[in-house]
Every structure is written in structure tokens, then in C-alpha cells.
């Protein structure tokens, strides 16, 4: 029986950005029922960002160098790569109160106005901004609203901005689940009860909105922060450029519906891919989240990925993960509903857990994956069946297995052809719709099946195929 989904990617929250020595995580349940979107709500996804990718830059371990400049020589292989949205993790300066390791954490942010100086001058970030915009890439910049480092200028002339306890000390961030601390003894708790730290938190954004001309915001524990800030903040930041484009780390689907941010965290789908690697779930529970959770959302998408810099240094690689199914995994985050996330190194490829408060290069050299994600970057790109929120389609299933998941997408005569065989052992599967008139984008074949042909596949074996 064909099965059409008109969903996005279905995800369980996951710990926050800014990583302590406690890996922890935070589930949240969403509804089942079908959401209608207020029309007074509706948030348009920016035309640029219908077909775009997103790349994440930690620019501490890019390079030896770990500076702006050093970054910006890869600006042209990017973009040859296809990259369309490069996210930089915080590029603030770091607090040095009771930070963690030699160099702290870059979410324990001192002054949101200025750059990190290991990093670069600000003029020397304005230069890399500059390059990117002419090389036809957008900038987001990983923001911190949840809190900030304890040298953070606000603590010394406004301490009323953060929570205190009852003896009027300033607190690090509190779990709301157990009431007890998350354990980020790195930072200091942010309090939204303060009408006057919010008008500065949206200010500070602004600055870089209105000086710089950053493209969008990839907001840290989002859902940590209540939502009437939210309405507050993107009302503003929106007024001031409606082309923006706004990520939260989240799964709070208000963060969508309400038209907060165009996309949300895919934690619950990155979590079932893990499980699927390491043989505890099969393909087929994918049909069984997205069902579990179709209509959660009305407006925005997920945003899929097998890595980035939180799974990194504190779930581990994705070698270690994944295994030999990486490149499947990497091909389903890629052509699956929502917007696809690159963590930088993905193309060397990267086999270590980078440190965290500690300078640890990539150690780029070979960029042995670099072809293998231009391939999928250019479709995505090309391919309007690809599309990123209202920009979208529907998946059609084209096969049913407990091993093989396989389906098509099409839009204003657009077609793309999905079958990923996730199991490390030989599969078959029996197609119940027609795959033809499109081209194998790994080696140029001709594609044409007819309902009933039994294609199989070899363990971890990918196909993927589009008529442009």
C-alpha cells in the first residue's frame, strides 16, 4: 500500500549547546493532533533558504591558527562544496571565571558586542561575512540568550539581570525539571522576570543585525527560554529584516507553530538513526516516529544531521556511532523533509571527538567525503523536490522492509529517488510504485523500474537518483 507523508523529520530534545562535563538531556512530548496555523502567525520560510543547506563552524578547531582569517581561506571550497548557510558557533570573548579547561567554553559568553580576540578583531569576522555574501553564502550566529559567563559586563552593572537564590546570590542555570542545577557552573542564569535585560538581549542582536548584516540567529537552549521572549525578540529582529533565518536548539513545536524560528532540533529522528546503526531498531521505525507524530507542526521544518559539535565531543563520532553505515545515515539526513546540517570536518572525514575547553585541530588533509557531499549539496540544491519547508513535498514511500527504507519525492516536475539499505547485512526489497525516467547522481546510470522489481542491496548500500 503507498503511504504519502507530509511530514517533516520527528525529533526528541537532546542536552543544550553549551556542554558541561555532564552530558544531559531533556525529553519534551508533543501532540499527535493536527495543528492550524493562525494566519497572524504564519512565518514565511526567506525564498534563499528553499533549497539551502546548513554548515556549522567551530572556528577554535577549523584550523591550526583557530582564527577568522585562517577560516576564511576555506570560503571558496565551501562554496564548491555547495555549502548555502554557514553557522558559527559563538564567536563572543570567554569568560575566564571559573571557566572549564584551559580555554573555556564558547557559550559562557563576556560582552555579545565584541569578538573572542583568540579568534580575531571584529573588523577581521565583518571581512569573512563580507567574503561569504560574495560567494553567495549565508552567516547565522550561535547566540546565547540562556545565559552568559560569570565576566560577562552585565553582572557587574545590572546584577538584577540574572537569578538569584534567597540570599541574593547569582545562580548558575537551574534544571526546571528537579529544580537542581544542570551542572554549568560555567555560567550565570539569565532572569526573563527582567523586562529590562530583555530589551538589552534584544539589542545586542540587533547590533549584529543592523551593523554586520548577519543572516540569522541558531538560538542555544531555546527551550529553556520562555516563549513570550521569543514573540518579543523575532518581532523585533524580524522588523529589522524580514529575510532572516532563525534556528532554535529545540523541539518545542510552539517554537514553529507560533512563528518563532523556521526550524527546530532533530534530535529524536538523530537518536532513532543511532539506535537503527547499532541494531537495536530497524528502518521501519522510522514510519512508525513520523506517524507517532504527524501533525506537531504547521509551519517550519527540522533540521537533520548525523553529527554536530554537542554529539561530537560528548556522544562521540560518528565512526563511533554509525560505523559503516555513516554514509547511509549522512545520505537519508540529506534528501529526508527538513533542512540537512554539515559539522565541519564531516568531509575530511572526522574521526575524533574534538575537545570541548581545549584546542583541538580538525586536522584537515585529505577531504576524502568532500565529493561524496557535494553530490548530495548540489541536489539539494537543484532539485525543487528537495525543498525546505512550504517549500517542500510529500515522501512517498515506493517499498515497504524492515531494512530498506525507499522513497520518492516530487515537486513542479522535479523528482528525486531515495533506497538506503540501513542493516549490515544483504537486503532485498520489492518495489510497489514505478521508479523511472531519472539518473543514479553517483554514477550516471539510467533508472527505470517498473512495481514489482526486487532490487537488492548490500549492506549499508545507497541509491539515490533525480531526473535533473
Avoid at 554529539?311 to 545515515?329: L, Y
Amino acid at each position: 500500500m503507498k503511504i504519502v507523508y507530509t511530514l517533516f523529520a520527528i525529533f526528541i530534545i537532546l542536552g543544550t549547546g553549551c556542554k558541561t562535563d555532564k552530558n544531559t538531556n531533556s525529553d519534551t512530548s508533543e501532540p499527535t493532533v493536527s495543528v492550524q496555523i493562525d494566519t497572524a502567525k504564519a512565518r514565511a520560510l526567506p525564498h534563499w533558504a528553499s533549497q539551502a543547506n546548513i554548515y556549522e563552524v567551530n572556528i577554535r578547531q577549523y584550523t591550526p591558527e583557530g582564527t577568522f582569517v585562517a577560516f576564511s581561506k576555506h570560503l571558496p571550497r565551501l562554496r564548491a562544496m555547495g555549502v548555502k548557510i554557514l553557522w558559527f558557533m559563538p564567536i563572543f570573548p570567554i569568560s575566564e571565571t571559573k571557566k572549564k579547561g584551559s580555554l573555556g567554553s564558547y557559550y559562557a559568553v563576556t560582552d555579545f558586542k565584541k569578538t573572542n580576540p583568540e579568534f580575531g578583531t571584529i573588523e577581521e569576522f565583518q571581512n569573512v561575512i563580507d567574503q561569504a555574501h560574495q560567494l553567495g553564502i549565508k552567516v547565522i550566529l550561535d547566540w546565547v540568550p540562556n545565559h552568559t559567563g560569570w565576566d560577562h559586563i552585565w553582572l557587574k552593572s545590572n546584577p538584577e539581570f540574572y537569578t538569584q537564590d534567597e540570599n541574593g546570590n547569582v545562580v548558575d542555570p537551574i534544571d526546571p525539571s528537579t529544580g537542581e542545577s544542570w551542572g554549568w557552573t560555567d555560567v550565570a542564569d539569565l532572569n526573563f522576570d527582567n523586562q529590562e535585560m530583555r530589551k538589552e538581549m534584544i539589542n545586542d542582536m540587533l547590533f549584529w543585525i543592523n551593523n554586520y548584516a548577519i543572516d540569522g540567529f541558531r538560538m542555544d537552549v531555546a527551550h529553556n527560554v520562555p516563549n513570550d521572549f521569543w514573540k518579543q525578540a523575532t518581532d523585533q529582529l524580524y522588523a529589522a529584516n524580514d529575510s532572516i533565518f532563525m534556528l532554535a536548539e529545540s523541539e518545542t513545536t510552539d517554537h514553529l507553530n507560533e512563528g518563532y524560528f523556521h526550524a527546530i532540533y532533530g534530535w529524536g529522528m538523530h537518536h532513532l538513526l543511532n539506535d537503527i546503526a547499532k541494531g537495536n531498531r530497524t528502518a521501519s521505525a522510522i514510519d512508525s516516529l513520523l506517524l507517532e507524530k504527524k501533525g506537531a507542526i504547521g509551519q517550519g521544518m527540522y533540521m537533520n544531521f548525523i553529527s554536530n559539535h554537542d554529539e561530537n565531543s560528548w556522544a562521540g563520532t560518528i565512526e563511533e556511532r554509525m560505523g559503516d553505515g555513516a554514509d547511509a545515515f549522512a545520505v537519508l539526513a540529506a534528501t529526508f523533509d527538513g533542512i540537512p546540517l554539515i559539522y565541519g570536518g564531516q568531509e575530511e572525514p572526522l574521526k575524533k571527538r574534538l575537545e570541548f575547553f581545549e584546542k583541538d585541530d580538525i586536522g584537515f588533509k585529505k577531504y576524502e567525503k568532500q565529493k561524496f557531499f557535494k553530490t548530495l549539496l548540489s541536489l539539494k540544491s537543484r532539485n525543487k523536490a528537495l525543498g525546505n519547508g512550504s517549500f517542500s513535498s510529500p515522501i512517498i514511500k515506493v517499498g515497504d522492509s524492515d531494512h530498506i527504507y525507499a522513497f520518492m519525492k516530487e515537486k513542479d516536475g522535479d523528482k528525486i529517488a531515495v533506497m538506503v539499505n540501513l542493516s549490515n547485512e544483504k537486503q532485498q526489497i520489492r518495489l510497489s510504485k514505478a521508479v523511472t525516467g531519472l539518473t543514479n547522481i553517483f554514477n550516471g546510470r539510467q533508472v527505470e523500474m517498473g512495481p514489482g522489481t526486487i532490487k537488492s542491496f548490500d549492506p549499508w548500500e545507497y541509491w539515490v537518483a533525480s531526473n535533473r
